[in-house]
C-alpha cells in the first residue's frame, strides 16, 4: 500500500453532510481527508501504520466514539482523537479528555477553530508516529539478545559498572565487555548509553 507524506485526517461520523462539508473545509488548506460513515468502517478500512488524526462524533450507530477510542487505545494506534458532539456537555469532554482525546468540540463547530486544532495535530501525529515506529524498531532489535545479554543490559540499565555486573553475575570483567558488545551490535546502537535513555524514554520492557 502506498502511503502519503503526510499525515491524513479521518473523519468519522454519520451524518454525511457534516462529513462532507468537513472535506471541504479542510481541502482548502491542502489538507486530505477520508471519512466513515461509523466505527466499524473505520476499523475495516484504515491504515494503522499510516500517520493520522481521527475526527469522531461521540454518538453514532453501532459503536459510539469512544468505544471506538479505547478499540485504538488497545491497538496501540497513536494518532490524536477529536471528539465532536451535538449534545456535548462538561461530563462527555471530561471522559473524552481522561481517555486521551486532544479535544471536545460542540457541533456547530466553528471552522478556523477547527483548522487550528486539526493542524496543531498533524504535526503531533507526525511525532507520535515517528516515536512509536523508533520504540519498536528498539523493541524489534532488543528480541536479538541472548537470555545473558539482556541479564547485562538490565545490570546496564541499573547503572552497574563492568566490575559490579561481572561480580553480580560470577562472571569476568573480559566476558561481560564481551556481551556488552553484542548487545551493541545487535540493536545497532553507538553507545550502550543511547540504547539506555531509549529503553527508558519509551519503557521497553527488557
Do not use: W
Amino acid at each position: 500500500m502506498t502511503r502519503r507524506e503526510s499525515p491524513v485526517v479521518h473523519i468519522v461520523d454519520d451524518d454525511e453532510d457534516l462529513r462532507q462539508s468537513l472535506v471541504f473545509l479542510l481541502k482548502s488548506v491542502g489538507i486530505v481527508a477520508l471519512t466513515y460513515p461509523d466505527a466499524a468502517s473505520f476499523l475495516a478500512e484504515f491504515d494503522p501504520g499510516e500517520p493520522g488524526v481521527v475526527i469522531v462524533d461521540v454518538r453514532m450507530p453501532g459503536l459510539s466514539g469512544f468505544q471506538l477510542q479505547e478499540r485504538l487505545i488497545r491497538r496501540e494506534y497513536p494518532a490524536p482523537v477529536i471528539f465532536c458532539s451535538a449534545h456535548g456537555d462538561i461530563s462527555l469532554s471530561v471522559r473524552a479528555m481522561r481517555a486521551g482525546a486532544v479535544d471536545f468540540l460542540e457541533k456547530p463547530y466553528e471552522a478556523q477553530r477547527m483548522l487550528e486544532i486539526v493542524q496543531a495535530q498533524l504535526a503531533e501525529a507526525e511525532r507520535a508516529f515517528a516515536a512509536q515506529a523508533n520504540r519498536r524498531r528498539v523493541e524489534e532489535r532488543l528480541r536479538s539478545l541472548t537470555p545473558r545479554e539482556r541479564d547485562v543490559l538490565r545490570l546496564v540499565i541499573d547503572g552497574l559498572s563492568r566490575q559490579l555486573i561481572a561480580r553480580r553475575l560470577g562472571a569476568s570483567v573480559k566476558t561481560v565487555d564481551v556481551h556488552r558488545a553484542g548487545i551493541k551490535a545487535k540493536t545497532g546502537a553507538e553507545t550502550l548509553g543511547a540504547l539506555v535513555r531509549d529503553i527508558l524514554s519509551f519503557r521497553i520492557s527488557v
